[in-house]
């Protein structure tokens, strides 16, 4: 059957980029030989060494497949199916996981209004009531997105003011960190500023989006979180028998700044394409863009014809929203070859500021 061929460079997400080359090196040196399974391997131990380095030397870290199951298998460890989990409205477990949470924990999600991707202290504190009453689930967690879903990022301090408001009534927070690399470069802050050092008990640490393959991790700042945990990770089917080949992409994003080089890299891409969109007349960005994901009111038509050549993903189809997501690989050309096709596909000069 013939195969359509793919587009070489896309928006889409990070996600369809490919493998870094030094990952792919790390991988291919990590293929020789026989070392003992299930993450009894040298290249796990330094790993989890290298993480804990990066985050806290008391950290529990635990390797998975799957960004969906680091998060599932972090608020599994946090709370019960009668309890629930506070979430943005926009929230990739609540919107993207096709009810994951709900089907393996069995709790349920309570989005609070986030405009821009992120939740506040009001916001949480609406759910906060009937506790006791066994007639209502009972407020347990809640989740935090960094980088959010609209690309903006919590400061060390925004994610310290939830943490301390979450412990001051008996809650515990977690990140969603499929894009904390991104989010650490714009922010120029080390990782634990923005995790464990900000009062975070548990971390769904995102390597996938940032130059991996299939290679997630579950971390505990709280190790009571951590009891029984890898039980939990065999029964839902996240422990890897050949673990090295995750660990050792750990290993390369975590040496030489590799994360900080890749995460830098596709964030400037992000700035370089949000500045030359606002200067097209018809096209109007509506997120500020700090990450690596640029928002914009593109035109209908206009967006299915750049579609063709250059995919992306409409976020909302009735205001005409597009995301585009820039990735370590993507380079000033596609941008610039992309902004020329926009502006053909607009019919229309740059805006003429004055």
């Known amino acids: 059957m013939r195969q359509e061929k793919q587009p070489a460079r896309a928006f889409a997400s990070d996600n369809w980029a490919g493998v870094h080359p030094e990952v792919l090196a ?135 003011t939830i943490a301390d408001f979450a412990h001051s009534h008996s809650l515990l927070l977690h990140m969603d960190g499929a894009r904390i690399f991104n989010a650490a470069a714009y922010l120029n802050v080390p990782l634990r500023a923005i995790t464990g050092g900000a009062g975070v008990d548990a971390l769904s640490f995102g390597g996938t989006k940032n130059g991996l393959l299939a290679a997630e991790a579950v971390v505990f700042f709280k190790p009571a979180l951590a009891d029984d945990f890898e039980f939990k990770r065999m029964q839902n089917m996240q422990l890897s028998s050949k673990m090295r080949f995750i660990a050792a992409q750990f290993n390369a994003l975590l040496s030489n700044d590799l994360w900080k080089r890749s995460a830098t890299h596709a964030n400037r891409m992000a700035q370089t394409l949000a500045r030359g969109l606002s200067e097209i007349e018809g096209i109007t960005l509506t997120q500020e863009v700090q990450a690596n994901e640029v928002f914009a009111i593109i035109p209908g038509k206009v967006s299915q014809k750049l579609q063709e050549q250059w995919p992306f993903h409409v976020w909302n189809e009735k205001t005409f929203e597009a995301r585009l997501i820039t990735s370590f690989d993507t380079t000033d050309d596609d941008i610039a070859d992309f902004l020329d096709l926009t502006r053909e596909k607009m019919g229309s000069r740059e805006k003429q500021w004055t």
Do not use: W
């Open 26 to 160: 790390a991988l291919a040196a990590a293929n020789v030989g026989h070392v003992p399974s299930y993450g009894e391997d040298p290249y796990t131990h330094e790993a989890v060494s290298r993480i804990r380095r990066e985050l806290d030397e008391d950290a529990e870290v635990f390797l998975v497949f799957s960004g969906t199951a680091a998060n599932v298998l972090c608020l599994q460890s946090m709370v019960q199916s009668h309890q629930a989990v506070i979430c943005a409205e926009t929230a990739h477990v609540h919107v993207h996981e096709c009810g994951a949470a709900e089907k393996h924990i069995g709790c349920k999600l309570l989005p609070v209004p986030s405009p821009n991707g992120k939740i506040t202290v009001a916001g949480i504190r609406e759910h906060l009531h009937d506790f006791g009453n066994e007639h209502h689930v009972q407020p347990r967690a809640i989740t935090i997105t960094q980088a959010t879903e609209y690309g903006t990022v919590y400061t060390p301090q925004e994610i310290r």
